[in-house]
């Protein structure tokens, strides 16, 4: 426990000083992050004989998030198309027949996983409210972990989902989503300047997708037989055990502080 304390408050610092100093370093930052994140899983579905082409993987994954910083949303749709194309010819000229399908897939769900739906912090931070808007996106979550895991601890008696993850409950997502919505509206009123609502439906909206998140990749691991992603991180697991929820949170809060401020 206290390794994964020190590593959060460690990572929490880096976040805080990229905000503070240059929003350019934290998109630097989240381009670093998710490569590491894509090399990671690449090799966690060699467990299933799958081979990932890393290369266009990588070139793709920044094209993405560059295109997002410079030109948005359209552009981020156009570099996603072209990674799904440039992984499937190269894994098909590196070799056919149904592996290079089932591989170039994969890769294609890697890359929407992964760089696509992190570019969508790259969309946030490009904002006018840019540093302020990627704090409350984090805050929403780490607000969520925290009270589900309090709400969890203390009152969880109803599993969500016992054969994906026997220790979410019930409980500790209505603790998710109470602290989550506090700090939404809290962000919207003072950091923001956007209607308390707003705030309240960032929060809610966010632990749903947060939830999907965290299932989904409790889904991926046990397909794979693992119980953690990795260990680069003390305490935490793997890049992607911190990455789950946070990627699918992201764009909900993208679309509406884009559609409601």
């Keep these: 426990m206290t390794q994964a304390i020190g590593v959060g408050v460690g990572l929490i610092v880096v976040l805080l000083a990229s905000l503070y100093f240059d ?12 490569g590491a994140g894509m090399w990671e899983l690449a090799r966690a579905v060699t467990l299933r004989g799958i081979r990932i082409p890393l290369i266009p993987l990588w070139v793709g994954g920044a094209g993405m998030m560059v295109s997002a910083w410079v ?3 359209s552009a981020l749709l156009m570099a996603f198309a072209l990674t799904c194309g440039a992984v499937l010819v190269w894994r098909v000229v590196d070799g056919g027949g149904l592996e290079a399908v089932r591989d170039a897939s994969t890769t294609m769900f890697v890359a929407a996983y992964l760089p696509f739906l992190a570019s969508f ?3 946030i931070a490009r904002r006018d409210d840019g540093p302020w808007a990627v704090l409350a ?4 979550v780490v607000a969520s972990d925290t009270g589900g895991y309090i709400a969890g601890v203390l009152f969880g008696k ?6 994906i993850s026997p220790k979410k409950s019930w409980e500790g997502f209505a603790g998710s ?22 705030g309240a439906l960032m929060g809610l909206c966010g ?23 990795g260990t680069v991180l003390p305490g935490h697991g793997g890049i ?11 764009p909900v809060v993208y679309l509406v502080l884009e559609l409601l401020s």
């Design 23 to 34: 929003i350019r370093i934290f998109v630097a930052l989240v381009a670093i992050v998710i």
């Design 71 to 73: 030109a948005g949303p």
């Design 121 to 123: 912090a790259v969309l």
């Design 137 to 140: 996106f984090v805050a929403i």
């Design 158 to 163: 109803h599993p969500m989902s016992p054969s």
């Design 177 to 198: 989503q109470t602290l989550a919505i506090i700090v939404g509206i809290a962000f919207a009123l003072f950091a923001l300047d956007l209607p308390f609502w707003v």
């Design 207 to 229: 632990v749903l997708a947060g939830t999907i998140g965290d299932l989904g990749e409790s889904l991926i691991k046990r397909d794979l037989g693992l119980k953690d992603m």
């Design 240 to 250: 992607m055990d911190r990455l789950d929820s946070l990627l699918a949170t992201v």
